[in-house]
């Protein structure tokens, strides 16, 4: 397995090679030279800034028109071959999908490009294990160390790498599954660096030691973020949604958001791309807190109008501009109110970066190792780890925010997992319905059993206490005695203590242990030993139904 995922991780770092190359050559293709895009949109006319992602957007969509064509039972994304599927990736969606990503992003689109590269990559892996006959369970980790390969070869992070595949898409850090993982991200990375043009995705300056007093700002940093992840992702979900609502054609709605794009960008060119030359920008040159904060809402507007109109791409690198524009603003305030007592704007936009990613993705580990790796500082680490994890909880708190639609279904089950272990009987109590009193009639009770399919009537007295059940097979052999329908009553067939009662406290451990004693559907739950009022009943299938949720 670890000879496969070195396997992969060469495979996987030549598929993101490609794809960079790709986009350069379009670059070429288009404009005659290839660079940022920020500079590309600058040196053109604002027509073409505006014409330019509309018709890179429609094109875009008839990429994605034809990818739903192809629809297999293979999975088209490959978080979900790993989780929910069986590994199998469909090359025919995620060639098509890949090249609508390219169109997106050749065109301005702002997103990042890290989302078609890990995708590839892990397409690469699916492909050598259905090769290899690989069986499901393997085949899923090799397509889970393709996709740490591709972040590896996108970031220069190998170890970020295969932290956001087993934080993020696995859900627990196993070193039989760690192990391989961790090998292709080395393998990618190694692979990228002999290739000509590599270069680290951000050039991050020195960040100097800071006083012990400043390490509550980085604190409030992360609060800032971890309130500031959950919107933007909001924002996001609203751009999709009401896109979706337009019920526009695939390429008319791409056309459109690249439209929106265009018309954004003839005021502020900083919006084109995914944002990397922006923030090299942020942590190596001055600029006016106005202009950072003219750029951070409207690349905002162009990423939630980008992603919103369907444009295949990631919102990873997007998310890092944000953390660093929301750090820079927030260090350059706190240089006003204390100037010369705090550390420059850049360094608070390193650590903005890792907090909003950790808030962003609900992934802290992978977020603070991402940042380490790109800083190689160890001064770094203190404000950088506190920032994260403060940013994680406190977004974590807001319900159903993450940047992964698996991570928020993995953590509402913790949540539901959470809330059934504290469950009490109480909560899963249903009416009796069965219920007669102490002088209830055999002619009552013959009804009830007729009405309902049970083998046993709860009996109570006068203040509803419950007093024990009258068995069915008690009654048989009188159905046919018209004399002893008159004179019978529920106390002459009551069977007391025989049937194991619940109270409202249990837990369910506690319920189920009831219920092996009885081998009945339901059992009458009582208020309490000392006070046994009739509160209703439990089923059987109501508590295996919260373990089964549970398990």
């Not at 809330?419 to 009639?441: E, K, N």
């Amino acid at each position: 397995m670890l000879l496969c995922a070195g396997l992969v991780g060469v495979v996987g770092a030549l598929a993101t090679i490609a794809f960079r190359d790709s986009l350069a050559g379009m670059q070429w293709l288009l404009v005659g030279h290839s660079g940022s895009f920020v500079q590309i949109a600058k040196t053109l006319p604002w027509q073409t800034r505006v014409l330019l992602p509309t018709v890179g957007g429609v094109v875009a969509g008839v990429f994605l028109v034809l990818a739903r064509r192809f629809a297999t039972e293979a999975k088209s994304d490959y978080m979900e071959a790993i989780v929910v599927g069986d590994g199998r990736i469909s090359v025919r969606q995620t060639m098509l999908r890949s090249l609508s990503s390219l169109c997106s992003i050749v065109s301005g689109g702002s997103i990042g490009r890290e989302g078609a590269m890990v995708q590839l990559a892990a397409m690469c892996a699916s492909v050598i294990g259905r090769i290899s006959r690989f069986e499901p369970a393997r085949l899923r980790l090799l397509v889970a160390c393709g996709g740490a390969a591709g972040l590896a070869s996108a970031y220069n992070a190998p170890i970020a790498g295969a932290f956001f595949v087993t934080e993020i898409v696995l859900g627990s850090i196993a070193m039989s599954s760690f192990g391989p993982i961790l090998v292709a991200s080395v393998v990618a990375n190694i692979t990228m660096r002999e290739f000509p043009g590599y270069q680290p995705a951000y050039e991050m300056p020195a960040f100097q030691g800071i006083a012990n007093i400043e390490v509550a700002l980085f604190i409030g940093l992360g609060i800032l973020a971890g309130l500031g992840a959950p919107q933007f992702l909001r924002i996001l979900d609203f751009s999709k949604r009401r896109f979706q609502a337009s019920r526009l054609a695939l390429p008319l709605r791409l056309g459109v958001g690249g439209l929106l794009l265009g018309l954004v960008s003839v005021a502020v060119p900083e919006v084109w791309g995914n944002g990397y030359s922006v923030v090299n920008s942020l942590l190596h040159e001055q600029w006016m807190w106005s202009a950072v904060l003219l750029v951070l809402v409207f690349k905002l507007v162009a990423t939630a109008v980008t992603t919103g109109s369907g444009a295949v791409g990631g919102v990873f690198t997007p998310a890092l501009f944000m953390g660093a524009a929301l750090g820079w603003l927030f260090g350059y305030a706190m240089q006003l109110l204390w100037p010369g007592a705090v550390s420059p704007p850049f360094a608070y936009a390193m650590v903005g970066m890792g907090a909003f990613l950790a808030a962003a993705t609900s992934a802290p580990l992978m977020a603070i190792l991402m940042i380490f790796e790109m800083t190689l500082s160890y001064q770094i680490m203190l404000p950088l780890m506190l920032s994260s994890v403060v940013a994680y909880f406190i977004a974590r708190s807001i319900e159903g925010t993450s940047m992964y639609e698996i991570m928020i279904r993995r953590n509402q089950e913790e949540k539901e997992k959470l809330r059934l272990r504290q469950t009490q009987m109480r909560d899963l109590i249903r009416p009796a319905d069965t219920v007669l009193p102490l002088s209830a009639s055999l002619h009552e009770m013959t009804r009830i059993f007729i009405a309902y399919p049970v083998k046993y009537i709860y009996i109570v007295d006068n203040d509803n206490l419950f007093q024990g059940v009258v068995a069915l097979q008690d009654l048989t052999s009188l159905l046919v005695d018209a004399q002893a329908e008159g004179i019978k009553t529920a106390a002459d067939f009551l069977r007391k203590d025989f049937l194991p009662v619940i109270t409202p406290e249990m837990s369910l451990s506690e319920g189920l242990q009831r219920f092996m004693l009885h081998q009945g559907e339901r059992l009458p739950i009582i208020q309490s030993m000392e006070r046994p009022v009739l509160l209703g009943a439990i089923y059987k299938t109501s508590l295996l139904d919260a373990y089964y949720r549970l398990s």
